[in-house]
């Protein structure tokens, strides 16, 4: 028998997948088919990852695709964008995958999303700060926002290239100068540091990391990442020998994976789960879910800076609310003003990218 002409054409749309030229890619027949699924799939929220061939790109881009509130998935790079997109869009799961590589792919790669990731840029080797990275990344990062701003002003962003302290900043001039800039959109990723003093801590109090939750305010670099031990929740309490360890662990834990990694590159896995964590709470506040609350570096009033990290309310429109700092006890109040004063240069840094 004779296949049907139905059948013939679910066979050349197979084959058709095979070849590489024909991958979910812009550009590509397999990209026009996605487009179809997405059309009549289910309704979510279509999120970008820029950066996403990386060493936390990758794995971002499978716990993304994993998220049943994510409808769209667009992967963009500079290089690598065609591999990572086959190997993810065989997931059987609802988001459609789509691959954009290079700048004259980004404008496409960004119309229209709602929630934006931005894991692209150098990572640290042993031996740099955050800061040494601020050369090369913040020319990505002014490229990328410029493309945001151009292609869609109104979506979350959520800035994981370091140096956050900085990157945030400049982000916020680039928007600011293109008059797009809404403060409640920008939010730098601080979430790792979270994760890292609820593990730590959960250690030593010889719990499950999941029953603890530790805020950690300030920035992300060094002694900008204060965790504020008074405030772990459940309560509890530290010798002073606890507390001195237990912060210079959490303010060191990314200077821990560069150098157990020996030049190899910094933080991946656990910062994909990290940046994974708080893009869902990002999208579940976009949905309307109340009571989401996260750590993150954001435009704030809290201190006399203008970021800083605190915890923040996610809503529809992003941060809605910007929780102040709480009782800190002297040990707390010192960290304070060592990052605070390190931080002011950090952000005048980024900001004087811009401006100068
Ligand atoms: N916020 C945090 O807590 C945190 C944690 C870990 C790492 N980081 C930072 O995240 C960044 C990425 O780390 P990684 O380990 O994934 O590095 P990586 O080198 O493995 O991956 C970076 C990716 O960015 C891509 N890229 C470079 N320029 C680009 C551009 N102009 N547009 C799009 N993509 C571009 C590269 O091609 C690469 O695929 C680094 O700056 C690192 O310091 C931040
Ligand atoms: O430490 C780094 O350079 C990467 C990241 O900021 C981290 O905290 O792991």
Do not use: W
Not at 30 to 56: E, H, N, S, T, Y
Not at 135 to 161: D, M, Q, W, Y
């Amino acid at each position: 028998m004779q296949p049907s002409s139905d059948a013939n054409q679910r066979i050349a749309r197979i084959a058709a997948h095979l070849h590489p030229s024909n991958l979910q890619m812009e550009g590509s027949s397999g990209l026009r088919r996605a487009d179809c699924r997405a059309k009549g799939g289910a309704p979510g929220f279509k999120v970008a990852i820029l950066g996403a061939a990386g060493g936390i790109g990758q794995p971002l881009a499978l716990l993304m695709k994993m998220n049943p509130l994510v409808s769209v998935l667009h992967l963009y790079d500079v290089v690598n964008a065609p591999g990572v997109t086959a190997d993810v869009s065989h997931m059987d799961t609802g988001a459609v995958v789509r691959g954009f590589l290079g700048q004259p792919q980004l404008e496409n790669a960004l119309t229209g999303m709602d929630l934006v990731i931005i894991p692209a840029g150098v990572p640290r080797k042993p031996g740099m700060t955050r800061d040494d990275l601020f050369k090369i990344n913040a020319g990505i990062v002014r490229t990328l926002a410029e493309g945001i701003a151009k292609c869609c002003p109104n979506a979350i962003v959520n800035l994981i290239s370091n140096p956050v302290n900085s990157t945030v900043p400049i982000a916020a001039e680039v928007f600011k100068k293109a008059g797009t800039f809404d403060p409640k959109k920008l939010l730098g990723v601080t979430t790792l540091d979270v994760v890292r003093a609820n593990t730590f801590v959960a250690e030593v109090l010889g719990v499950d990391p999941r029953e603890v939750s530790v805020p950690v305010v300030g920035g992300h670099a060094g002694v900008t990442i204060l965790p504020l031990l008074s405030q772990v929740n459940p309560p509890c309490s530290f010798t002073p020998e606890e507390i001195n360890a237990l912060t210079d662990r959490i303010q060191n834990g990314g200077t821990e994976v560069v150098e157990a990694k020996a030049g190899a590159g910094s933080a991946t896995l656990s910062m994909a789960y990290a940046a994974a964590k708080f893009a869902a709470a990002c999208l579940r506040g976009m949905r309307g879910d109340a009571g989401i609350v996260e750590c993150s570096f954001v435009t704030s009033q809290v201190t006399e800076l203008p970021f800083f990290a605190t915890k923040v309310r996610l809503g529809r429109t992003g941060v809605e609310e910007i929780f102040p700092l709480g009782p800190l006890n002297e040990y707390e109040r010192n960290g304070l003003e060592k990052a605070k004063k390190e931080l002011a240069g950090s952000i005048q840094k980024g900001v004087s990218f811009i401006r100068n």
